[in-house]
């Protein structure tokens, strides 16, 4: 087999025009799966059955041609994936009183 070593595109001979590589064909035909299924990967609207692929090896391939999943979710930004900031306080209902630094059970009453 003659293999074409990797490296920049060249020119298609007939049109003079640059070629796309596969990888940069299955990146932007994933990338048109993600924007049809609004970022979905899995289940009946995702892009992996619209691609005919496993799951899995869809998110390999994105994982592999470097594409996030994420732009395509509308209303998700880079911010919505930090984990939340550490507080002192757990969360409350309203029986409960906020936890302290410090707690101390309360002393029994003698009568």
């Keep these: 087999i003659n293999a074409q070593p990797r490296g920049p595109r ?10 796309a590589t596969l990888d940069e064909a299955m990146a932007g035909h994933i990338r048109s799966a993600l924007q049809r299924t609004h970022g979905r990967i899995e289940g009946p609207f995702g892009a ?9 090896t869809l998110r390999a391939r994105m994982r592999k041609l470097g594409i996030d999943w994420n732009a395509y979710r509308p209303g998700w930004e880079k911010s919505d994936l930090q984990p939340p900031a550490p507080t002192d306080q757990r969360p409350t209902t309203n029986d ?16």
């Design 10 to 19: 060249q020119p298609d001979t007939t049109t003079g025009e640059e070629f």
């Design 96 to 111: 409960q009183q906020p936890a302290t630094s410090n707690p101390t059970p309360p002393k029994p009453a003698h009568s």
């Design 48 to 56: 992996a059955r619209l691609l005919g692929i496993n799951p899995h």
